[in-house]
């Protein structure tokens, strides 16, 4: 029997949630036998198309997607889509004329309309995306994190914070609540991990804890046992 080669695309290798998101798709896709599985970006060059069977999205939704799903159905490639958050951003989120920029709702139902099938993380999800597409089935998370044993919380007094694509413009919009919090406790540590954050680094009780990839993030937030974890 042929074993199905599945292209798997996302945004970046380094984006944790969509990566280990997609991994639990890909787990299921791959039931109690094989697959070839072939890694890459949206913005890989697409020459290992010809050896692929089905082409694996997550969270697409930009023209540029769009052109790559096309060329794949063009292939003759089974699409699936993963879809664990929402199309939109409130008014209100720091991010929201970033995202209006690069979105289009049109390019979008375009993408839902090529998809063979379309995975989502939770039934509310499912009933919003049903509106889009009527092949939307639920995905539950795919992480089973009983594996990583974690501790109680501690009292270490650390606040670990992730910083990095759109969390880092969150951390900005809420920088000066952080500040104030952070100055009148200064017996606790802001422990900063991914990128450096440059205005909050004037803090006496910051502290930079490195970038991180996929698969030590989890290794550091368990081993670091956070009193306090924002992401």
């Not at 939307?136 to 914070?161: M, T, Y």
């Not at 540590?189 to 909050?200: H, I, M």
Request: hydrophobic fraction near 40%; include cysteine.
């Amino acid at each position: 029997m042929k074993i199905p080669t599945i292209l798997e695309y996302y945004d970046s290798k380094n984006s944790c949630c969509s990566y280990w998101r997609g991994r639990g798709v890909l787990s299921l896709l791959c039931g109690d036998g094989y697959v070839n599985l072939i890694e890459g970006t949206w913005n890989d060059q697409w020459d290992t198309i010809n050896f692929a069977d089905i082409a694996f999205f997550q969270r697409p939704m930009n023209k540029e997607c769009l052109k790559q799903i096309a060329t794949c159905k063009d292939y003759g490639l089974k699409i699936i889509i993963d879809l664990d958050d929402y199309n939109f951003i409130s008014p209100s989120h720091p991010v929201y004329k970033v995202w209006c920029d690069i979105y289009d709702d049109n390019i979008f139902r375009k993408i839902m309309l090529l998809a063979d099938i379309a995975t989502v993380s939770t039934k509310v999800l499912q009933q919003y995306y049903l509106t889009y597409s009527n092949n939307v089935k639920i995905v539950p998370n795919a992480i089973d994190d009983s594996w990583l044993k974690f501790k109680p919380i501690s009292n270490n007094k650390i606040v670990l914070i992730r910083a990095g694509d759109h969390h880092l413009s969150d951390i900005w919009y809420y920088r000066r609540e952080i500040e104030s919090v952070m100055k009148n406790h200064k017996d606790w540590k802001l422990q900063v991990l991914g990128c450096e954050v440059d205005f909050l680094k004037g803090l006496s009780n910051y502290e930079y804890a490195g970038d991180y990839n996929i698969h030590d993030y989890f290794a550091y937030i368990l081993n670091a046992r956070p009193s306090i974890f924002i992401v």
